[in-house]
């Protein structure tokens, strides 16, 4: 993020609107802005991210004339958030705060103890932008055992731990390292 504090650090409110253009993955592109192929009308977004649509004129126009902007905004896509969706597929979902300081040891000794597991790992994410805490997010198409989320918790590096399951006995692993959201949806087959 250094590219956005050094163009946008006398700019608090253009700097607000670029760091929720990266967030959603919102490009810029021939002075209008996008959302994958969707174009995103201006009034919308300035309205979303809390500016005036003045502000959203002028950072377009900023980022248009600045080669090393317009090159990154350009490139921006929307990502698929698996993680949110997963457990109404049956699926589990392991996310992971990390220390800032190990992230990378931790991220290793996760992915080893997962990977001895039974099932398919659907996806794994690792998201360690500046400035915020390290989070691994694993999506796989069996539950982890019990066994296997202790191993995890004593991994160094791992501050804390979120289950997202079907399963509704996981309920029982709750304590104060972990926390377990269950998917009530699958119980009534709503889906």
């Known amino acids: 993020m250094l590219l956005i504090e050094e163009y946008f650090k006398c700019y608090p409110a253009r700097k607000k609107l ?10 810029v592109r021939n002075g209008r802005t996008y959302c994958g192929d969707i174009e995103i009308p201006i009034s919308e977004l300035a309205r979303v991210v ?20 317009r ?17 109404m597929m049956n699926w589990e979902v392991l996310e992971v705060e990390l220390d800032e300081k190990l ?17 398919k790992l659907i996806s794994v994410h ?22 296997t989320l202790v191993r995890i918790r004593n991994i160094p ?8 399951t079907p399963e509704k006995d996981k309920l029982k692993l709750v304590c104060t390292f972990c926390e377990v959201e269950y998917c009530p949806r699958k119980d009534g087959d709503n889906v």
């Open 18 to 27: 670029v760091e929720a253009l990266i967030r959603y993955g919102i490009s």
């Open 50 to 69: 809390g500016v005036n649509r003045k502000i959203v004129y002028h950072t377009i126009e900023m980022i248009q004339h600045q080669n090393a902007l």
């Open 71 to 87: 090159l990154l905004f350009e490139k921006l896509q929307p990502e698929l958030k698996i993680e949110e969706i997963a457990p």
């Open 103 to 119: 992230h990378k040891k931790a991220v290793a000794g996760i992915l080893g103890v997962v990977s001895k597991e039974k099932g």
């Open 126 to 147: 690792l998201c360690n932008l500046y400035g915020e805490i390290p989070r691994l997010s694993i999506v796989l198409d069996t539950p982890l055992r019990s066994e």
């Open 157 to 164: 590096g791992v501050k804390k731990m979120l289950l997202r």
